[in-house]
């Protein structure tokens, strides 16, 4: 009876582990570029250079007040680190990608926030969409 009980809560663990995994997509509404929501962050591969996408990421950190406590940039990666108005650390991350696409990560707080993640991502592809890089749907 013991070993159907342990073996009972270590399945309700590996399963709830294995739900924290499990993402859900997310499509942009102007522009229609999909993200992935999985393990507490947002992931998108978009079709613009590096150099492209990181300043309107800085813009989307200026338009939604984020205090910004680190910002860098070289040819291959670049990361602008804030906090939000309720103190959480906003993370937006950028790899180069071969044939000028950039990796895009975007996590809020210890535990990811995705509505908040949403808004950011929403921010950045608008802004894309302004410097020409995004076409509209």
Known sequence: MRHRAAALVVSGVLACLACQGCGSTYEDPATGIEAKYRWDTLTAELDQEIGMVYPAAQQAADELD???????????????RALDAHLDTVDIRLEAMPAGRTLMTIRIGAFGARNKSAVVFEHVMGNLTQYGGVARR
């Open 66 to 80: 984020l205090k910004v406590l680190r910002e860098a940039m070289d040819g291959i990666a670049g990361e602008i």
